[in-house]
């Protein structure tokens, strides 16, 4: 398997665009995680879904965050208007809590956003 | 919530040398993770323990749930293993899934 693939690597914008991060979890995981990661906060989750239902968004930093997941195969991050402290590495991770090792999450490369 | 403590925050190895890694959790889980995010800042997922001992290769970590900690061993350090050390954990009755995430130790491997 590939693992978890995110796109972009990188994203540079200007403060108030749009952004929107993608990934797709490992085939068979049910469970898919956005988590954010900077130097202040550290690894923050921000939102999982279960079988393509969000589960819980608490972390979810404020409205001008969503994320969706329309299918098994695929999720996206979306920021608008973006802000230069929504700046971050974006994870997306995924795990499939009844197979062999249960729960044991996979990470993909991540997304460094930078908001000009 | 649950709160995670990682011990030394940061760590300078010669080659070679062996070290432990401590995760210190305040509350009973159901699962811990170790994690090693290289210089590249890739995650990589080392071990689940939720409880007892593990190895894979020069590393190995122990859980010891009644009293809370887990153990991360490195031994014959090499420049590869350099980064940061991540524990994660879930407690009982948490929301599913919800893994939290200690600060990190800092490793830094010197030739």
């Known amino acids: 398997d590939a693992g978890v693939i995110q796109s972009p690597r990188h994203e540079v914008t200007e403060m108030g665009q749009e952004v929107t991060l993608r990934c797709k979890p490992i085939?068979?995981?049910?469970?898919l995680f956005w988590y954010r990661q900077t130097m202040m906060r550290g690894l923050e989750l921000l939102i999982y879904f279960n079988n393509n239902v969000p589960i819980d968004d608490s972390g979810m930093p404020e409205d001008r965050f969503s994320a969706k997941m329309p299918n098994a195969s695929f999720s996206t991050l979306k920021i608008q208007p973006s802000e230069p402290r929504d700046s971050a590495v974006y994870f997306c991770a995924s795990s499939n809590p009844r197979g062999a090792g249960r729960e044991k999450l996979f990470f993909g490369s991540g997304t460094q956003l930078s908001v000009l | 919530g649950i709160q995670v403590e990682q011990s030394p925050p940061d760590l300078i190895l010669q080659e070679g040398a062996n070290s432990t890694l401590r995760c210190n959790f305040s509350d009973s889980v159901n699962n811990l993770q170790w994690f090693h995010q290289n210089p590249w800042g890739q995650l990589i997922n080392l071990f689940y323990i939720p409880s007892g001992t593990k190895q894979n290769g020069r590393l190995s970590a122990t859980t010891v749930a009644t009293e809370r900690y887990s153990l991360l061993y490195i031994s014959s350090s090499q420049t590869t293993d350099s980064g940061v050390y991540f524990c994660a954990v879930l407690s009982y009755g948490g929301a599913t899934n919800k893994l939290i995430f200690g600060t990190g130790t800092l490793l830094a491997v010197q030739p």
């Open positions: 085939s068979g995981h049910n469970s």
